[in-house]
Structure formats: structure tokens, C-alpha cells
């Protein structure tokens, strides 16, 4: 059984910044991605930012410069680094995990809200 735990979300003003961890637990053989999408109210989930195996980086063009994720391989665990956080920021936020053989892994979800 794999479990992905994730923590950090929470309220914060414009222009904050909040961390969001997730650490994967059980069996996961051949992780090919980890990351972090999110679905605001009224939208479709989106890709925030994931790493590939071997180390390339993709982020969704609306946090590129603001947001850094970071990838522990030796404890299965992803970080996303969120500064200069906007209204828009705000969602759920997921942890994802993808393996070899089409595994696909998601948290429960995390809320970020970012509001004055």
C-alpha cells in the first residue's frame, strides 16, 4: 500500500511564502516523476511543478520564479517552495507520484489560501 503524506499548506497573506512537503511511503519501485499539481475552485486540476527521473524540472508557467521543488531521493520525498504567493495561488494542492507501469499515486490534498 503506498501513502503519500503531505503537509504545509495553510493561510497566508499576499507575497508570503509557504512550504509544502510530501514524503511517499510502501512499496514504490521505478519512480519516473514526482510533484505537485493543484485545482482551484471553478478549474481543472494543473501541473505546478514536478522533477523527472534523471532530474529534469518542469513548472507551469504561472510560478516559474516564485515556486522551487526539490526532490529527496534517498527518502522518496518532494518539497515545493512557494514564494511571492498571489490570490490566484490559491487551491488544493496534491502530491503525485508516478511510477514505471503506469502507477499514478496522489495525496489527499493539501489547502493553500492565500488572501488579505
Known amino acids: 500500500q503506498v501513502q503519500l503524506l503531505e503537509s504545509g499548506g495553510g493561510l497566508v497573506q499576499p507575497g508570503g511564502s509557504l512550504r509544502l512537503s510530501c514524503a511517499a511511503s510502501?512499496?514504490?519501485?521505478?519512480?519516473?516523476?514526482m510533484g505537485w499539481y493543484r485545482r482551484a475552485p471553478g478549474k481543472q486540476r494543473e501541473l505546478v511543478a514536478r522533477?523527472?527521473?534523471?532530474?529534469?524540472?518542469n513548472y507551469a508557467d504561472s510560478v516559474k520564479g516564485r515556486f522551487t521543488i526539490s526532490r529527496d531521493n534517498a527518502k522518496n520525498s518532494v518539497n515545493l517552495q512557494m514564494n511571492s504567493l498571489k490570490v490566484d495561488d490559491t487551491a488544493v494542492y496534491y502530491c503525485?507520484?508516478?511510477?514505471?507501469?503506469?502507477?499514478?499515486?496522489w495525496g489527499q490534498g493539501t489547502q493553500v489560501t492565500v488572501s488579505s
Open positions: 503525485n507520484v508516478k511510477a514505471v507501469g503506469g502507477y499514478d499515486y
Open positions: 510502501g512499496s514504490i519501485f521505478s519512480i519516473s516523476a
Open positions: 522533477v523527472i527521473r534523471g532530474g529534469s524540472i
